[in-house]
């Protein structure tokens, strides 16, 4: 596509349950970026997808976040037992290589009440 | 552990002002800077991207360049206008295949 997708936009969920966020990146960009972004701060790298590359995942703060990233192209970042503090907007982003400039997508809020 | 810093954290100016936001981070072993903007509620816009080997680029009004000797990075806006009202993000990355690491941003306003 023209641009990194992402959706939803905005997602409110009970505490406890969980959620599905996803990525659709720029068609032949091989890397692709999970980050999170809290009120009041910086962006914070979750996970990062290179090729058929095993994924780098050590941004992920528990065992209750993971993502997956299909034939190279769309990703999925899950979240189970969401927690208030999970409460983020959740940007995903892309690179033609592993070099590359990011393009970000609008990012999906997500609120846990 | 690379760590980015911007300052000011936020900046008012009247419109029409030439300004510059700084960048500096800790490790000066980088791959590339990359500057962005976000506006409220919105994604992140790349503005622009310095390769290591690079000391500027260009962008319209936008001008970045970059001293990896000393660890700097700025971004300099002319001629501000109130559409530039934005968070300017400044980032790099260490090597090719890692993640960018961002700063908390500088927050500008510019009135007319």
């Known amino acids: 596509g023209a641009g990194v997708s992402q959706s939803p936009s905005n997602k409110v969920t009970e505490k406890g349950k969980d959620v599905e966020l996803r990525c659709d990146p720029i068609s032949g960009h091989t890397a692709l970026y999970w980050y999170r972004q809290s009120l009041g701060q910086g962006l914070e790298f979750l996970i990062y997808f290179q090729g058929n590359s095993a994924p780098d995942k050590s941004g992920l703060p528990s065992d209750r976040f993971s993502a997956e990233r299909t034939g190279g192209s769309v990703s999925t970042l899950t979240i189970q037992r969401t927690q208030q503090e999970d409460s983020a907007v959740y940007l995903c982003?892309?690179?033609?290589?592993?070099?590359?400039?990011?393009?970000f997508g609008s990012g999906t809020r997500l609120t846990v009440v | 552990k690379q760590e980015v810093t911007q300052i000011p954290a936020a900046l008012s100016v009247p419109e029409g002002e030439n300004l510059v936001l700084n960048c500096s981070f800790t490790?000066?072993?980088?791959?590339?800077l990359q500057w962005f903007r976000q506006d409220p509620g919105k994604g992140l816009t790349s503005l622009l991207l310095i390769q290591s080997s690079q000391r500027e680029q260009t962008s319209g009004r936008l001008n970045a360049s970059l001293d990896k000797s000393s660890g700097r990075s700025t971004l300099y806006i002319a001629a501000s206008q109130p559409g530039d009202s934005a968070t300017y993000l400044c980032?790099?990355?260490?090597?090719?295949?890692?993640?960018?690491?961002f700063g908390k941003g500088t927050t500008l306003s510019v009135s007319s």
């Open positions: 980032a790099v990355r260490d090597q090719a295949g890692t993640a960018l690491i």
């Open positions: 982003a892309s690179s033609l290589d592993r070099g590359g400039g990011y393009t």
């Open positions: 490790d000066s072993a980088i791959y590339n």
